[in-house]
Each structure stands twice: as structure tokens, then as C-alpha cells.
């Protein structure tokens, strides 16, 4: 499990641009395409209705399943994520486009939304995530606490290191400790959303449990490492806020 101090930490500490070596595309790579939807509040149920039938119809399996979450907190409390992946590049060349697929996201829930805003494509760093649980999924973790970071210009070098030190100690915590870290794959200039670290909850309960993350972190990265790393954040991140995101299972696509 996550809790309040590891994510406290963890949200102290994720953010950055891009490398070029983390650009770079794989022959396989797990990547996850989301849309930002404010609803026409006035229309939530035909909304809901709508967005059920689209998802179950068009986006239910394989790479175009479609999950949809509400966001909790944050400036952005009330709107949805509209999420469909695992993807590929490739994959989007062959995305349902026909039985009536446009028509009906345009004429059955388009006018239902009210603004569609920060369209991206979240590339999972296979390495350092901790999501290769046995047995996890949204469904046995329904809350993400989703934490958007800034890497301050010219400090993308450090990045690796960094969540390198962050991932070791995530693993060595005990229990089962999902978390992810997710690159934005195109440049967001003033809006700093370059990386996404996603910590995945059983229920909201674990915000109220504290792992000494500290502790496990100086026993996994040596005695001295502490004030280092405080450091390297501290010059490395320049910006990060946090969202909480809930499972709408009534919503997705899956079965």
C-alpha cells in the first residue's frame, strides 16, 4: 500500500522533462492516452448513460478499453478522465472508427460535455514502476493519487537518478506497494505537466496510514543519502501539484 508519508515524499520529489533516452520508442512499451471532459452539469445522467453505452460498445477489451475516473480533488474537482490504453502508437492507426463509433461519441456524448481539454499520451517507465503486482488492477485499487511534476530547465540529467533512488525504495517497502511514474510523450510548454507519479489505494483509509519512508530509504540507499537527495529535488523540480482520481466502474468499458 501507499501511504500518506510515501506520498508525501513521493509528491516532494517526481518531476521532469523528458530525455531523449526516455523519448525514445521501444519495439513494446505501455503507454496510456487521456482526455480531461467537463460535463454539462445540467445533463450528468444522459451523460453517464451515453458515455456507459459508448464505452461498452466501442472501448470494452484489448488496447482501446476505455476507464473512466472522476476527479476528486484539485481545481479540477468534478471533471472526468476519459483513459484508453494500454496503447501503442501503432495502435492508434486502427482505432474504432466504424459501426457508427464517430457519430456516436459526437452526437451521444460530445453535447453532453461542455469542455475537452489536455488530450495526452502517458508513457510508463517499465523500469522503476512498481505496477507488476500479482492480482492488481483499478478495480482492487480505486483511488489514484495522481501527483503532475516540473522539471526546472536544464536539470532533466538528474531525473533518472532521482526516481531510480524513489523506485528502490518503493519496492523495499513492506507490503505491495503499486505505484507508477508516466512521461508525457509531447512538450506541454507553460502548462508543466511533463510527468505524472500515480500512487494506486485500496480505499481512502491508507491516507490515513504513515510508512516511514525515510527510514527505508536511508537503509536502501546508504546512511548519507538523505540531504543529497533532498537537495537534488529541491534544484531538480520546480513545480507539482496533486489530483486524486475515483474508479467509475459503471462508467468504463471493462467487462
Same mark, same amino acid.
Given at each position: ?40 452539469? %445540467? ?81 510508463? &517507465? ?14 482492487? #485499487? ?6 503532475? #511534476?516540473?522539471?526546472? %530547465? ?53 491516507? &490515513?496510514?504513515?510508512? &516511514? ?43
Amino acid at each position: 500500500m501507499i501511504k500518506r508519508s510515501l506520498i508525501f515524499i513521493l509528491g516532494i520529489m517526481l518531476f521532469c522533462g523528458i530525455t531523449p533516452e526516455m523519448s525514445a520508442q521501444d519495439n513494446d512499451y505501455v503507454m496510456f492516452e487521456t482526455i480531461v471532459l467537463t460535463p454539462d452539469y %445540467k445533463n450528468l445522467k444522459t451523460l453517464s448513460e451515453n458515455m456507459r453505452n459508448h464505452n461498452k460498445k466501442y472501448h470494452s477489451e484489448g488496447v482501446y478499453n476505455a476507464t473512466v475516473f472522476n476527479i476528486a480533488s484539485g481545481p479540477n474537482s468534478g471533471k472526468i478522465i476519459w483513459h484508453m490504453g494500454p496503447i501503442m502508437f501503432a495502435h492508434l492507426d486502427a482505432r474504432p472508427s466504424d459501426d457508427g463509433h464517430g457519430e456516436d461519441w459526437t452526437q451521444n456524448v460530445l453535447p453532453y460535455v461542455t469542455k475537452i481539454e489536455n488530450g495526452e499520451y502517458w508513457r510508463e &517507465d517499465d523500469k522503476l514502476s512498481n505496477v507488476n503486482i500479482e492480482g492488481f488492477s483499478v478495480a482492487t #485499487h480505486p483511488i489514484l493519487y495522481v501527483r503532475y #511534476h516540473e522539471v526546472e %530547465k536544464g536539470r532533466g540529467y538528474s531525473i533518472n537518478g532521482l526516481f531510480t533512488q524513489i523506485s528502490n525504495t518503493v519496492k523495499a517497502m513492506p507490503g505491495d506497494n503499486p505505484w507508477g511514474i508516466y512521461y508525457n510523450e509531447f512538450r506541454q510548454g507553460d502548462l508543466g505537466r511533463h510527468i505524472a507519479t500515480v500512487g494506486f489505494m485500496k480505499n481512502w483509509a491508507e491516507m &490515513d496510514s504513515d510508512q &516511514d519512508f525515510k527510514a527505508t530509504f536511508l537503509k536502501v540507499n546508504g546512511e548519507n543519502s538523505w540531504q543529497d537527495f533532498i537537495d537534488g529535488m529541491a534544484a531538480t523540480f520546480s513545480n507539482s501539484w496533486d489530483e486524486i482520481w475515483t474508479y467509475d466502474p459503471k462508467l468504463s468499458g471493462d467487462d
